[in-house]
């Protein structure tokens, strides 16, 4: 079983920043984690992953060089720090996990957490 708790969410002007975190209890060995984000009236779609043994990452091509995602083993916690938002970039992000490789669709990760808003001005 894995638990996740994301925080970090808040309004923030176009070209600014803000780090997500998504707080980690259960098992991490051998565990993809991702970062999904959901917009009104869209799906929920993919936005960066990142293998907790050996760091491999994977970005959606949206978010590409202004979105890094990262983790901190001695904290249990992962990381997507955002740059240069777009008012595009407006969702809410939720973190998600899953065993083995990483994935892109959101059907395949088990572990969810409860989603945190993020909301970029123009």
């Known amino acids: 079983q894995v638990q996740l708790v994301e925080s970090g969410g808040g309004l923030v002007q176009a070209g600014g920043s803000l780090r997500l975190a998504c707080g980690v209890s259960?098992?991490?060995?051998?565990?993809?984690m991702g970062w999904f984000r959901q917009a009104p009236g869209k799906e929920r779609e993919f936005v960066a992953a990142?293998?907790?043994?050996?760091?491999?990452?994977y970005y959606a091509d949206s978010v590409k060089g202004r979105f890094t995602i990262s983790r901190d083993n001695g904290k249990n916690t992962v990381y997507l720090q955002m740059n240069n938002l777009k008012p595009d970039d407006t969702a809410v992000y939720y973190c998600?996990?899953?065993?083995?490789?990483?994935?892109?669709?959101?059907?395949?990760?088990?572990?969810w957490g409860q989603g945190t808003q993020v909301t970029v001005s123009s």
């Open positions: 998600a996990a899953r065993t083995w490789s990483i994935a892109t669709r959101a059907e395949e990760y088990a572990y």
């Open positions: 259960g098992r991490t060995i051998g565990t993809a």
């Open positions: 990142i293998m907790w043994n050996g760091g491999n990452t």
